[in-house]
């Protein structure tokens, strides 16, 4: 055991056992390196990363490789998950030097933490052109022996570039209607129309581009912003990245058509996803968008929900392969199974033979090869096929097709299941805890709300401190030792602010409030409104990184922005508003250029050029009319619209206040840009005013 095993990250932990003299990133383990006057390796991955646990077993598992480390270098392995600002900053340097960037992250630094040599998976032997391995620490101990000079240079300067960088987009203005709709323009041109989504394979699952999509739908009227995002989110969940026994999104497709995915299926991506999946159904009544934001939301509550209430990072891509059907039959097991191989395979749990659906089903094999496109020569790996729902057209037994769906479901469950990363991430529960609090509402669904509540209970208990700071993460109850980033403020502050909307629970302003207020103070440039990643008081890296644009999750920036604006639209506070603003000063110069990287300061801008509405419900809990009204406020589309409900005159939550029932009715006022629509208790109305589109 090296230093690892005193670490939660189930990441970290993996690596526990490995002969490498592995640290954790510290300051002792810089100072190991100064000492020994060596560099240091540092890696960096993540539990579920197919090619970190591939890199892992060929290299940090083999003795002699890792005698050599133990020789002339300070191993240092960091889970990018728990430390987003070291992972930002080092592939910053791997992007600028390389080109490209990606996971396992491989940098080699001076003891002062400057690097000067990157990359990213390297094989065990040549190959493809790549050296292998041994070779390149053998390359990077010679160089550090013998140019060091030439080496120190090369770092000094690299720090220098990347100090370069900093970026000052608050002191922008605004964007307007000339940026948004040059925003859909470029989207339109890098739109696959006959695939759905933007660009070409790799293809990621766009949810925050989709969300603004919608929302310039619903201002405008634009019919090409919703049709993209419509057949967007159609293609995605008939083809293999969706889990169409289980429910839930893997990370990407690896494929243009959404065929195959790399099978890892992340929290954050099936929040983002339900979101969407909800709104697009707001929007349209889409009975395909209701399954799968309700099928998204019950697999996070039913794979994903840790005993504490929170949600767990991640299910890994692989699982142990299953011990063949002939191997099962000569053991007399009959065609039940009997456990794996031993052996770790992509997808193994998720992908099906036509053999395998005969063994389950029986005369109901063809019926569904034909359903869920299985062939005989597989869409995936060895003649498997990753199930989809390929046929637009034709009827099938409804009956017929849930039976099969329970029996291949069950017996799935059989197999060997993925890893489970059990790491509850801030910014990753806030982001489901708004998916599943506006799911359970749309959709009266009073157990999602729970499980929404549940998680933003453990975030308040355990990653809060008594000064309303945030740890990054927590395991099994235990809170972890690093500091939150500014998307994890931003994106509670986001799930706390939908469940107030739900809920009518003041508490989860009052917390938004407390954790918004650290942004001000901490994470904004005070001059100029530009937002970093880190806070002021936080550990000093080589930079202070500051990304504003949307990858995986929405950056800090933009979703800071967003919880920003939609606080000072239930509070009316005029320095969270100014935040906002200055915040989107990045969206005017990053949106006609990349709108694919700025899907939800997009999004945001939208709110913003909208208003965005404020909504109050005011009447008795129990009236059937006052929860009439607070439905349909929920349901309108007007962008980034806040809700508020309450008894009237209530202290709780600002927006009610001064908001009396009308003639002895619950009532709804709408309000946007300092103007009010008169009260009205009429359903209908409400509806004309925030462009609901479903009935309640």
Not at 110 to 131: I, K, Q, S
Not at 326 to 338: F, H, N, T
Not at 376 to 390: D, K, N, W, Y
Not at 425 to 441: D, H, I, P, Q, R
Request: glycine letters at 10%; a negative charge; proline letters at 6%.
């Amino acid at each position: 055991m090296n230093r690892l095993a005193h670490e939660t990250s189930p990441y970290l932990l993996q690596h526990a056992d490995n002969p490498v003299d592995w640290w954790p990133w510290s300051a002792e383990a810089f100072d190991e390196a100064r000492k020994r006057n060596v560099p240091v390796l540092l890696s960096v991955g993540y539990s579920s990363c197919h090619w970190c646990h591939v890199m892992a077993h060929e290299s940090f598992e083999d003795e002699t490789t890792a005698a050599y480390l133990n020789e002339h270098f300070v191993s240092v392995k960091v889970d990018r998950e728990e430390r987003p600002d070291v992972d930002a900053v080092y592939m910053e340097a791997v992007q600028a030097a390389t080109g490209q960037g990606g996971w396992p992250m491989t940098v080699f630094l001076t003891p002062d933490a400057e690097p000067f040599y990157f990359g990213t998976y390297f094989p065990p032997e040549p190959r493809h052109g790549m050296p292998s391995f041994p070779q390149l620490l053998e390359g990077v101990h010679s160089a550090w022996t013998d140019r060091r000079e030439e080496v120190a240079e090369v770092a000094g300067k690299i720090v220098r570039d990347l100090a370069g960088r900093e970026m000052s987009f608050g002191d922008a203005q605004v964007p307007g209607e000339e940026e948004l709709a040059g925003a859909l323009l470029g989207l339109t041109r890098e739109y696959d129309a006959a695939r759905g989504g933007f660009g070409g394979a790799p293809k990621f699952p766009p949810s925050m581009v989709i969300e603004f999509l919608l929302r310039h739908h619903a201002r405008t009227g634009s019919e090409g912003a919703l049709q993209m995002a419509a057949d967007t989110c159609e293609r995605m969940a008939r083809g293999g990245i969706y889990d169409q026994l289980g429910g839930g999104f893997a990370r990407y497709s690896v494929d243009r058509e959404w065929v195959v995915p790399h099978f890892e299926k992340m929290l954050y991506d099936n929040a983002l996803l339900c979101r969407v999946y909800a709104h697009l159904w707001r929007a349209t009544g889409s009975e395909l968008a209701r399954r799968v934001a309700l099928e998204t939301a019950d697999f996070m509550v039913r794979e994903l929900r840790t005993n504490e209430g929170g949600f767990a990072s991640a299910l890994d891509a692989d699982s142990e392969e299953q011990v063949p059907r002939e191997a099962r039959l000569q053991k007399g097991g009959g065609g039940r199974r009997e456990g794996g191989t031993g052996r770790h395979v992509e997808g193994a749990y998720y992908v099906w033979t036509p053999e395998q659906l005969r063994d389950v089903l029986g005369d109901d094999a063809a019926l569904a090869a034909h359903h869920f496109g299985v062939t005989e020569e597989g869409t995936f790996e060895e003649g498997a096929s990753v199930l989809q729902l390929p046929q637009r057209e034709g009827v099938f037994d409804a009956d017929k097709i849930a039976s099969i769906h329970e029996r291949l479901l069950a017996a799935r469950a059989e197999r060997p299941a993925p890893g489970r990363d059990d790491k509850v991430v801030a910014a990753w529960n806030g982001l489901a805890v708004a998916a599943l609090a506006e799911t359970g509402a749309f959709f009266e669904r009073p157990d999602l709300v729970d499980a929404a509540i549940g998680a933003a209970d453990l975030l308040v208990r355990l990653h809060m401190d008594d000064r309303a700071r945030l740890a990054r993460t927590s395991k099994d109850g235990q809170v972890g030792a690093n500091a939150g980033v500014l998307e994890d403020y931003a994106d509670v502050a986001e799930g706390f602010l939908a469940l107030g909307s739900v809920t009518g629970e003041g508490v989860w302003l009052e917390f938004a409030g407390f954790l918004l207020d650290h942004v001000l103070v901490q994470f904004t440039d005070a001059e100029s409104g530009a937002l970093y990643d880190t806070a002021a008081d936080a550990e000093r890296l080589i930079r202070r990184p500051q990304d504003p644009t949307d990858n995986a999750t929405p950056s800090g920036w933009s979703a800071a922005a967003g919880a920003l604006l939609s606080y000072a639209a239930v509070t009316g506070a005029e320095p969270h508003r100014t935040a906002a603003e200055r915040a989107l000063g990045v969206v005017k110069a990053l949106g006609p250029r990349a709108p694919r990287f700025i899907g939800w300061g997009l999004a945001v801008a939208e709110a913003l050029l909208d208003g965005p509405r404020e909504v109050a419900i005011v009447g008795p809990a129990d009236d059937p009319a006052t929860k009439a009204l607070h439905r349909t406020a929920l349901l309108g589309t007007a962008p980034g619209a806040v809700v508020a409900v309450g008894a009237p005159e209530s202290e709780e939550l600002p927006l009610l206040s001064g908001r009396p029932l009308v003639d002895g009715r619950p009532a709804a006022y709408v309000c946007r840009n300092f103007t009010c629509d008169a009260p009205t208790s009429d359903v209908q109305r409400l509806k004309d005013a925030l462009g609901s589109v479903n009935a309640v």
